[in-house]
């Protein structure tokens, strides 16, 4: 073994042992060299293979440093080599100096007076100045909710349980997508709900499906997905959301909407929360603008009339009471022990007001971009569904491809990809298609990944 990788070897098991610590400061170059009686040249190469493998970042002008996280084995973010898988299953996009935006945004809360506030209790309801800036950032196409209506989560997913619970009671049923969120079939056993799989088309869940679902045995609501669908990528156009309210109406019947990744899609009509303010749960989260480690999960209570017609377009009130879907949505955040910590909530604060979420989500919006053209690029060909705007897509593999074999053979490369059946519900036969994560790994590994999938495929 070379001299520079016995060295480094060295270092990780100092790391991995906890001799040297996440945040510590490796000697220079030239000190380390001496401590270890090797060359400044094999020394350069230790450092350059350490920043390789993810285990030290270097800082300009203060030194190189271990990483807050190493990438564990495996990881979204490692190499892609036979000993370090892709995985396509994971989907955290993270934009390139992003956290030293989000560092200089935190400086005013890390002082002794503002921590001592920060880290005090959180109410389900958060803060007059949270609930302005959430009301603000989720605004999309002329509609603003009333901040009065904001719940705060820890997270998106604490979110979508804290909706389907306070919706549904255990034993009650709960219409979805044929294909839907894995996470929400993980959610709804835990909750006792059974899940009711509804048709879709091209522009998502289908109305008539909806009330034919909704007639043979009542559902107590129904979770949608109406902007960016994962995993197809599809996106319902007004016409649609007008439909789906008034059947919402109809049949006095509550949705929960998920619109977790409707920031990457500016130009989507406005949310169906818009059209049937009184009928509609709107969940959203900062995990995908910006990371999932310090999220935050928002819910919009209904408001407003339930006839299916858009509320006011403005921040105000609705017209509708906020006391009843907020108190009984509160109670249910308490209960489940699904609130925000007021830490994460001042952090998200801050990030919201001072612009770096809108700076993110915009490097978010052209990376996507980015990784779409290698979709196109490589997978040109095969039946692969997606939106240019989305960080996922969906491949119908070619005929005679299973789908279980085809992930089989992708981990015999090194490369995770989730298979169709984990998004089918109920007893319809999973899809021999994959959903592929296009956003975490680097761009060039992602070319990589997909390369080798196409190959996959067409031998």
Known sequence: MPDYLRVA?????????????????LPTQRAFARSRGIANSTAIRVYGELVRRGLVVGEV?????????????????????????????????????????MVRSLEGLLRADSLDEATGPAAAAGTPEARRAAAGLLARGGWQPDADRVLFAGN???????AVSSLVPPGGRLGVEALTYPLVKGIAGRLGVALVPIATDGEGLRPDALAAAHRSTPLGAVYVQPTLHNPLSVTAGEGRRAEL??????????????????????????????????RTVLVDSLSKRLAPGLSVGFLVAPGGGADGRPEARTGGSA??????????????????????????????????VDGTVAAVVETKRKDAATRQALVREHLAGFRVHTDVRAYYCWWELPTGCRAETFVAAAAGHGIAVTP????????????????????SPPVQTLAYALRTLAGIARG
Not at 156 to 162: C, H, K, L, S
């Open 156 to 162: 998106g997913r604490q979110a979508i349980a804290a």
């Open 9 to 25: 070897e060295e270092v990780a098991a100092e790391i991995s042992t906890g001799r040297l610590r996440p945040g510590d400061r």
């Open 420 to 439: 169709g059946s984990a998004f089918a519900v109920g007893s319809r036969t999973a899809p021999d298609a994959v959903r592929i994560g296009l956003a």
């Open 319 to 352: 017209g509708g009471s906020a006391g009843g879907p907020c108190h009984a949505l509160a109670r249910t955040l308490r209960s489940g022990a699904w609130t925000a910590g007021r830490f994460n909530l001042e952090a998200a604060t801050r990030w919201t």
């Open 245 to 278: 309210a008034a059947v919402l109406d109809a049949c006095r019947l509550h949705a929960v909407e998920d619109t977790t990744w409707a920031f990457l899609a500016p130009d989507a009509p406005p949310p169906l929360a818009a059209y049937a303010p009184g």
């Open 61 to 101: 002008g203060r030194g190189t440093f271990v990483r807050a996280a190493p990438p564990a084995p495996g990881s979204a973010l490692a190499e892609a080599t036979g000993t370090a898988p892709v995985n396509l299953e994971l989907n955290y996009p993270v934009a390139e100096g992003q956290s030293e935006l």
